[in-house]
Nanobody, 126 residues
């Protein structure tokens, strides 16, 4: 499975971007998909995740209320709507897929995701 992420770019503080991620093959039923990001000089960190089955999405505290993760299972596409962007949101954003339905304690951790996209750069100017 290859993941193709797109939608990054340069935006001013307070602006919005929408990231997309499309797996190259049919997404496994029961999978978990998520977004992580890595800023220069920092470790990769969890942003948001959603499971295949309907349920509440999960967000990092730093983006809750500003970012919305969603998935279109019919189109096998994952989205991340990012509003009220801040300079500290500047990072390379990666989409990730786990073949299983991750438990809560696992979906925040990158090592539980088997497949990763190439990353898309988001730059928020002040």
């Amino acid at each position: 499975v290859q993941l193709q992420a797109s939608g990054g770019g340069l935006v001013q503080t307070g602006g919005s971007l929408r990231l997309s991620c499309a797996p190259s093959t049919v997404t496994f039923s029961g999978s978990t998909m998520g977004w992580f990001r890595q800023a220069p000089g920092k470790d990769r960190e969890f942003v948001a995740a959603t499971r295949f089955t309907p349920g509440s999405p999960y967000y990092a505290g730093s983006v809750k209320g500003r970012f919305t993760i969603s998935r279109d299972n019919a189109e096998n596409t994952l989205y991340l709507q990012m509003n009220s962007l801040k300079p500290e949101d500047t990072a390379v954003y990666y989409c990730a897929l786990a073949r299983s339905t991750l438990i809560l304690s696992s979906l925040y951790r990158s090592e539980h995701y088997e497949y990763w996209g190439q990353g898309t750069l988001v730059t928020v100017s002040s």
